[in-house]
């Protein structure tokens, strides 16, 4: 064994990149075998620690040229650092995008590879058009969205699971037009129209035959739909192929907003269920049976976060406690943030029963610390969402309560109180007035210092007063 370990630290200085943060572009060249090497030696099957010539490993970037059969565009690395190789393969990367994938004293790598130049229709005109692939113009797109080679002044950051959610509809069109019997690597944009358009809207429409619904709701059609418009925009407004958007009169389904609220007694029962033993559930994935657990230890103060501010999934898991004041939370509002470009915040009442929350979980100690409210553990915050979102539909079922909600319904809560009690004002606390609100400012803060002396139960009650006494409930 101590010979085995010898020979281990020895030849130990073999290049790895991780998985999680590989790009499709990056590999591992050893100049010994000459070719690519992740976990097992290419000269010999074994482990890549037992490598004898790791020294001559490199770091590589492989590129595939748009438009061509299989043309590849290579660069080796002299440095052994990954993080320095991520700065330096992507610096290449954009530089070879901006330059239409040439080195330096080449003609358009298009022209080099032999293959005939193609003209598509643009209205009454034809204009020239080089062959562009539907998979390579959907990793074009993909790249563009991520910002590799986009002036910083066109660039329009989205998050890590946007560019995921984009690709995720891309693939479900690659299958679409796999069952035309089309291939996507070879099929070119220009080729694609109402054949093909129908082909997806029968791929997210058709009903599932064990339950008779369809496959995807009129909410994910309609998202689906959006993208790969955007998608065809993006080939003509920025790479100039002026192509017909055979998406275009793709008709969007109607979608019945069913506003349900959830009273505070059944929220209180949803949170007398939530204990480990109430979080069981079954998987069946691939022909296999899985016994897993929605519980976690602070799924209870999470759903409390959430009823006692009104705040939607990002505004939840990152509340920081530096985000907090005496009166109120001061809260990005993240999703308008993102689609206005600007940095816009809320700020939300701490009442009582917040202010109690909060106490419990450290107010004191945590003050002014950058360390986030909800599972601080836990770095991943989508996937913290993602925790929230299915144990609470898990566990609202257990209630048998007959009302299809999710967790954003605690939004609706939330809002609906807020104006029972505090009428017109209440869009000062909610965010969701059109009045100008640098305009109403000392108002809006007043409002706020009263919201923060006042219990939701108390609203609650108000709330269902009124509706008595307007006759909607007996």
């Not at 619904?213 to 689906?224: L, Q």
């Not at 739909?225 to 407004?237: E, P």
């Not at 299915?390 to 566990?395: I, K």
């Not at 009045?435 to 002396?453: C, G, M």
Request: glycine fraction near 6%; aromatic fraction near 12%; proline fraction near 3%.
């Amino acid at each position: 064994m101590l010979r085995i370990f010898l020979k281990r630290l020895m030849v130990s200085d073999h290049l790895n990149i991780p998985v999680r943060e590989r790009s499709r572009y990056e590999f591992v060249f050893c100049g010994k075998c000459n070719r690519h090497v992740s976990d097992t030696c290419g000269k010999t099957g074994k482990k890549i620690y037992t490598c004898e010539f790791s020294l001559q490993h490199r770091f590589r970037v492989v590129v595939y040229v748009p438009g061509t059969s299989n043309k590849r565009i290579t660069k080796v690395f002299t440095t052994r650092n990954y993080k320095e190789f991520q700065l330096q393969a992507r610096a290449f990367i954009e530089e070879l995008i901006s330059n239409d994938y040439r080195l330096p004293g080449e003609e358009k790598a298009i022209e080099n590879t032999g293959e005939k130049e193609k003209y598509a229709p643009n209205n009454t005109e034809h204009t020239k058009q080089r062959y562009l692939s539907f998979a390579n113009a959907a990793r074009k797109f993909l790249d563009y969205k991520q910002g590799f080679g986009v002036p910083a002044y066109k660039y329009k950051h989205i998050s890590d699971q946007q560019v995921k959610e984009i690709a995720r509809y891309l693939g479900h069109f690659a299958h679409a037009l796999k069952s035309l019997k089309h291939d996507p690597e070879t099929l070119s944009v220009s080729d694609i129209g109402e054949r093909e358009v129908s082909a997806f809207h029968n791929y997210l429409t058709v009903p599932n035959p064990e339950t008779g619904k369809p496959k995807y709701s009129a909410k994910t059609y309609n998202k689906a739909m959006q993208y790969i418009r955007s998608f065809y925009r993006y080939l003509n407004d920025e790479l100039r192929y002026g192509l017909a958007n055979p998406f275009r009169d793709v008709t969007k389904k109607s979608i019945r907003n069913k506003i349900e609220i959830i009273e505070l007694d059944e929220f209180k029962s949803l949170l007398r269920l939530v204990s480990k033993e109430n979080g069981e559930f079954t998987k069946f994935d691939r022909g296999k049976t899985y016994k897993l657990n929605h519980f976690k230890p602070w799924l209870k103060d999470a759903f409390k976060l959430m009823l006692y501010t009104g705040e939607r999934r990002d505004g939840g898991v990152l509340m920081k406690w530096s985000h907090v004041h005496d009166h109120y939370v001061e809260v990005p509002n993240y999703k308008v943030n993102q689609i206005l470009d600007r940095e816009d915040v809320r700020e939300v009442p701490l009442f009582p029963n917040f202010a109690t929350l909060l106490k419990e979980l450290g107010w004191d100690t945590k003050r002014d610390s950058d360390e986030f409210i909800i599972a601080p553990d836990h770095k991943n915050r989508e996937t913290v969402k993602d925790y929230m979102s299915r144990a609470f539909t898990h566990y609202w079922k257990l209630t048998g309560i007959n009302k299809q909600v999710s967790m954003i319904d605690l939004r609706k809560t939330y809002v609906t109180l807020m104006y029972a009690g505090f009428g017109e004002d209440a869009g000062l606390i909610t965010g969701q007035s059109d009045a100008v609100i640098k305009a109403h400012y000392l108002k809006r803060r007043k409002i706020i210092e009263l919201a923060s002396k006042v219990n939701l139960s108390d609203l609650d009650n108000k709330w269902q007063n009124d509706r008595r006494n307007d006759g909607l409930v007996a």
